[in-house]
């Protein structure tokens, strides 16, 4: 693969562009380096033979099968589980690997994907991306996409080739512009495809990697977005990962005739004014805490938004109900935060619940079931919970097992609530955000 030691002979990765390895799960190694001098390869693109450094161009790319789902190999270990027993585990190899691409997404080759146009023949077409090997996209990415702190050097490094790579396709030509859309769609693919090699470095228990929330801004007066993998989470499920600013996850108390539920409020702002809620019909109680969270925030826009005007933004929103009750009661101070960060362009932490109702005049009500609520928290899969202060002292009856399970933290007001949800605590003096 990189040389004969015998008779001085280049190996493949300096012959050829690509080194394929198929069935991966059945490569071994005749010499107990043999994994070192791949990952140094991986690393800087060289090897030694001797006392000479020898350089080469040729990337791999490892192919492997599940003997089992997706789903149940996550559940089992981990997605490098089928290769080698020198790779399956070593978080320092895995971090070499620039891109994870998910082959369960990709299609079998079909009628419907062979054109009836022109094409090129492939000799021709392999020389073109070979030469194309030999230029760089990423002057592309440079002051106009921004990584967020998720992201290590090498991380920042992977995506970068992966989005060179994807530009070189779509744009041959050196000179074309890359519009925005284009740069946002192969950066998201890069993202992802980098993550999930992070995920499972997470998934082995090794402490550097905990942090995946990889995120960026397109334009210097971007909004932060975040990148997911989608096996990791559905639509449907309280991940771990900040979702769109506008958007929080919250639990009603319920009341008499209803249980408590879990619910997801999905705000977003545009030019005009006033608040549109798109359920039809909307919820009477729903309603009620809306135009509570509403009149809130015109009356404290100073202390939640600062400059902003609120009254010169229109705010649509819908409510997804993810349980039995229906009616979206007391859900003033989640509404309230959403209207705020749909504002801010802000998202929430991750994996948090918002619960309380706020009055008219700005008061925070004290909700009667907590310990109930704590405990769906945990079982919808959230990890953290932001309530009323009024609660602390019921909440000594939740057990120690749901107790170490969840990070509950506490709220006095509206804007206390709001800080602590974007993940910025108070100054002791105060100040706009």
């Keep these: 693969m990189f040389v004969n030691n015998s008779t001085g002979q280049r190996g493949l990765v300096c012959l050829y562009d690509v080194v394929c390895f198929d069935e991966v799960s059945g490569i071994s190694f005749d010499q107990k380096n043999g994994i070192n001098i791949m990952k140094g390869y991986m690393e800087s693109g060289e090897f030694s033979r001797g006392k000479e450094s020898i350089r080469a161009d040729g990337s791999l790319v490892l192919v492997g099968n599940f003997e089992v789902d997706v ?33 369960w ?42 990584f967020g702190g998720a992201l290590s050097g090498r991380d920042i490094n992977a995506v970068n080739k992966t989005v060179s790579g994807l530009l070189k396709l779509l744009y041959p030509g050196s000179e074309s512009a890359v519009p925005d859309e284009d740069l946002e769609w192969a950066l998201r693919i890069a993202m992802e495809a980098r993550r999930r090699v992070k995920e499972q470095q997470k998934r082995i228990g090794a402490a550097e990697f905990r942090n995946t929330h990889f995120s960026y801004v397109l334009g210097a007066d971007g ?27 919250t639990i009603s108390p319920g009341g008499m005739q209803e249980h408590a539920g879990l619910y997801r409020i999905e705000v977003s702002e545009g030019p005009g004014s006033g608040v549109k809620i798109l359920n039809k019909p909307v919820p009477p109680a729903f309603r009620e805490s809306m135009s509570y969270a509403e009149q809130n925030l015109y009356a404290r826009s100073i202390q939640l938004v600062g400059d ?5 933004h229109e705010f649509t929103i819908q409510l997804r109900v993810f349980d039995a009750s229906k009616s979206g009661a007391k859900l003033g101070v989640a509404g309230l935060v959403a209207l705020c960060t749909s504002l801010l ?23 009667h079931n907590p310990v ?3 405990e769906i928290a945990v079982e919808k899969g959230a990890t953290g919970l932001l309530m009323p202060v009024t609660c602390r002292r019921q909440l000594v009856d939740l057990s120690d097992d749901m107790a170490t399970k969840i990070n509950i933290q506490f709220y006095l007001d509206a804007r206390e609530a709001l800080l602590k949800a974007i993940g910025q605590l108070p100054h002791p003096k105060g100040w706009g955000l």
């Design 71 to 103: 789903e149940h190999q996550q559940r089992i270990g981990h997605l490098f589980g089928p290769m080698p027993k020198e790779m399956r585990d070593d978080t320092a190899f895995m971090d070499r690997i620039h891109a994870f691409l998910p082959g």
């Design 105 to 146: 997404d990709v299609p079998k080759i079909g009628k419907e994907y062979l054109t009836d146009h022109f094409g090129l023949v492939s000799d021709f077409l392999s020389e073109c991306w070979t030469q194309l090997r030999n230029q760089s996209r990423v002057s592309s990415l440079q002051n106009r996409v921004f």
């Design 223 to 249: 909004i932060e977005k975040f990148v997911s993998t989608p096996e990791l989470q559905s639509e449907n499920s309280i991940g771990s990962d900040p979702m769109e600013p506008g958007q929080v996850w």
């Design 308 to 312: 902003k005007d609120p009254r010169h």
């Design 345 to 367: 362009k802000k998202s929430i932490r991750g994996g948090l619940i918002i619960v309380g109702e706020i009055a008219l005049g700005g008061s925070i009500e004290p909700i």
């Design 372 to 374: 109930m609520i704590a």
